[in-house]
């Protein structure tokens, strides 16, 4: 997992960027609940009036108000409003503009349980008319009239009578809810407007458009606000996918023939594909969804301890029940996402076999074989698919239960807690949103809780080809050649043994190679021989022992400038896709047509170039499908002839050709290669017999050096490889190049060196 993190913290600006992004869009959506509430509450409900304290109140109907006020609050009251005679038909009070809200909130506190009094005694119900006739009986006989209102007797009594009685209204209100209050209070503040004239329509519609366009303001830029964070969340994803690709395929490329025995080629492309595109899927919806989820989740359960707190044990029960869904499946899931990975390598794996080798396995009839084990490979993935899509399958009808539930339960609550007047409608559907919110960020953590362990499996796997140590690398102060010797091997007492075995392939292995001479390799199957040349280009590091080039140690100097000076050409000849020119030119892209024409010229390849509508512009396809096992030798020679390397190494390259074509290459390979080392792999003594040195292996050691008819002499080993290829004659003449030469129609001896 903590690969994931660290692929998407090598962005860091652009993931500080996307937080706070995040945190404006999650400010938007908490806020648009809220927005509703508002416009149930006080835009439906009460008129568009939204505060407790009148702007503006008729001077009449502030001394009304003031008989319920406690005489020491008088002044607070009166402090707060300044007389206005012009604004209105009658003389009224009008709220200060410098009026702070701790002012405002002191008002509130003052006015609520007045304001509630004096609307009920304007309204004239029956439970005020009573009260009215109490006050009329205690007041002395002769001292109240028909016309007296309410208003008028509380105006004869004394201060403190008037005030005992409100004090013991007060404590018989005590219970009452706070939203009976505050609606009694926003009732009574619409009264006083009425009063003044005010147009309530007009209030109502201009509190409705100026909410209504804030949440239009604000669900735009939250809009906003996910388009930028979609757009640079792909940005991360898609620069993180190609640096992961650019990495693991230098990586790779600077792998040692002993990391490709670990890392089968594969896997080494599932890790390349699949596994960094998971990782590039799985950044983006980390940046989208995993860093949002917990910002709206903890933003929710915020606003909603700030709507109504005795419904936040719901809250609590919801995110308890998700957490369990996602244990359960974290716990029965993650163990198949590993399996899973190593399952589509082995996929991978057996459809490449098949694929390569489908000429071989229809030539021996074993395409039911092949069918079997591929519908093995098939069956395993697919049973394990399976498994983790019903776990995800059965997540999502019990994520729905589990917020639908929660909605049934939020409504039975609030329908309660409304019928006892502890809260609003608008509140009950702010609180709904705000759990559906927090919910959602929890179900969004439970989709990619599905996701996440199969991505961090790859970034594993990712991270398991960048963290391989390379056996094989650089010096960290290169030498370099030395420029009075071009082309001098030597091989001082080399032993190798490969990683993990218990025994040398090769024994004490010195002999030298000079320029303008051919050396060749000669041995049975599994003497080494193939083994040998690949140290040159360090595929593999000797064990024991020492090559030098040019007398400098080839471990002591960068492996690019090394392999500059040679030009290997490999036991099985590989083309790569393009045309025939940019093969013969892939070691030297700055040479001109003459060096490829040249190079293609020594190889004999120009036979079946010229015979093609596109002579060097004709394609080749991948791997070079599209031409013989012969021409592909022939175009991998002329692309090492065409480098000028210092050292040829010919790797059993000869074996596809016919002995006319061999012959032909091998002469006029001697022409380009005088001033050059000739290292040559071979199996035909043809090929071989008029080298200048010859080396003889037998299981890994050398067996004899020298030139062929030294070889004969006193070489047992050469002695039985020349009796099984070259006849009486041949062995006793000694001239195995005469004859050759006699039969590619040469007519003269020719000095084989390739």
Not at 107 to 127: K, R
């Amino acid at each position: 997992m903590k690969n994931l993190f660290k692929y998407a913290a090598e962005h860091w600006k652009t993931l500080i960027v996307i937080i706070i992004v995040l945190f404006i869009q999650a400010y938007c959506d908490l806020s648009l609940p809220a927005y509703t509430s508002d416009i149930v509450n006080v835009g439906i409900q009460q008129g568009g009036v939204e505060d407790q304290v009148p702007e503006a109140i008729s001077a009449d109907e502030m001394n009304r108000l003031l008989l319920f006020v406690p005489s020491e609050d008088h002044d607070t009251v009166l402090d707060a409003y300044e007389e206005d005679d012009s604004t209105y038909d009658v003389e009224a009070y009008v709220l200060k503009d410098d009026i702070s809200d701790e002012d405002i909130s002191s008002l509130e506190d003052i006015l609520s349980y007045p304001m509630m009094l004096t609307a009920g005694f304007e309204s004239g119900s029956d439970m005020t008319a009573r009260i009215e006739e109490q006050l009329k009986a205690s007041l002395p006989a002769g001292t109240v009239t028909d016309d007296m209102t309410v208003f008028d007797i509380l105006q004869m009594m004394p201060a403190d009578q008037r005030e005992a009685m409100m004090d013991a209204m007060e404590e018989q209100m005590e219970d009452m809810p706070d939203a009976i209050l505050e609606q009694a209070a926003v009732s009574y503040v619409g009264t006083v407007y009425e009063d003044l004239g005010m147009n309530m329509d007009d209030i109502q519609i201009h509190y409705l458009l100026t909410t209504g366009g804030k949440m239009a303001g604000l669900a735009f830029l939250g809009m906003a606000a996910s388009i930028l964070v979609g757009f640079m969340a792909s940005r991360v994803g898609a620069a993180t996918g190609r640096n992961l690709r650019e990495r693991v395929f230098h990586k790779v490329v600077g792998f040692s023939n002993n990391e490709f025995d670990h890392f089968s080629t594969a896997s080494l492309i599932t890790r390349s594909t699949n596994d960094i595109q998971q990782i590039q899927l799985i950044i983006v919806m980390l940046l989208r969804i995993v860093l949002y989820a917990p910002i709206l989740a903890i933003g929710g359960i915020f606003q909603v301890f700030q709507t109504n707190v005795s419904m936040s044990w719901i809250i609590a029960l919801a995110v308890v029940l998700i957490g369990l869904v996602i244990l359960v499946l974290f716990l029965v899931a993650m163990p198949k996402f590993r399996i899973m990975q190593s399952l589509v390598d082995r996929v991978n794996l057996v459809m490449r076999e098949i694929l390569t080798g489908l000429s071989v396995i229809r030539a021996f009839s074993t395409q039911k074989y092949e069918e079997e084990r591929f519908d093995k490979a098939n069956r395993d993935l697919t049973r394990t698919n399976l498994f983790v899509n019903r776990a995800m399958t059965f997540m999502m009808p019990v994520m729905m239960l589990v917020m639908n539930g929660i909605s049934v339960l939020i409504m039975w609550t609030g329908a309660h807690g409304i019928d006892n007047g502890q809260m609003q409608v608008g509140d009950m559907m702010a609180f709904i949103q705000y759990t559906m919110q927090i919910i959602m960020g929890f179900l969004m953590l439970c989709m990619l809780s599905i996701m996440l362990p199969r991505a961090a499996v790859a970034a594993d796997r990712v991270q398991e080809v960048l963290d391989s140590r390379t056996v094989i690398h650089d010096p960290e102060q290169p030498e370099r050649f030395h420029e009075d010797e071009k082309g001098l091997l030597e091989f001082k007492h080399v032993s190798f043994r490969y990683p993990g075995a218990d025994e040398n392939v090769l024994h004490d292995i010195s002999f030298t190679a000079r320029p303008g001479e051919t050396t060749a390799v000669i041995g049975s199957t599994g003497s080494g021989k193939s083994t040998l040349v690949n140290l040159i280009p360090r595929f593999y590091d000797v064990s024991e022992g020492s090559i030098t080039l040019d007398g400098v140690d080839i471990r002591q100097v960068s492996q690019h400038e090394l392999r500059d000076r040679l030009g290997y050409v490999p036991q099985k000849g590989i083309l790569f896709s393009g045309n025939i020119a940019s093969n013969i030119m892939f070691g030297n892209p700055d040479g001109g047509e003459a060096e490829m024409i040249e190079a293609a010229e020594i190889a004999q390849a120009t036979e079946f170039i010229d015979q093609k509508p596109e002579k060097y512009e004709s394609p080749i396809s991948q791997g070079g499908t599209n031409v013989s096992g012969g021409q592909k030798q022939r175009l991998s020679i002329a692309r090492a002839i065409a480098k000028h390397p210092e050292v040829f190494i010919f790797d059993d390259s000869f074996s596809a050709l016919d002995f006319k074509t061999d012959v032909t290459l091998r002469k006029a390979l001697k022409k380009r290669t005088k001033d050059s080392t000739v290292l040559i792999v071979a199996q035909r003594i043809s090929t071989i017999m008029n080298a200048e040195q010859i080396i003889v292996l037998n299981d890994g050691r050398i067996a004899g050096i020298g030139t062929h008819q030294e070889l004969l002499e006193n070489c047992e080993v050469y002695q039985q490889i020349a009796a099984s290829q070259l006849s009486e004659s041949e062995l006793k003449s000694g001239k195995e190049g005469k004859a050759a030469n006699n039969v590619g129609g040469s007519g003269e001896e020719v000095q084989v060196h390739a």
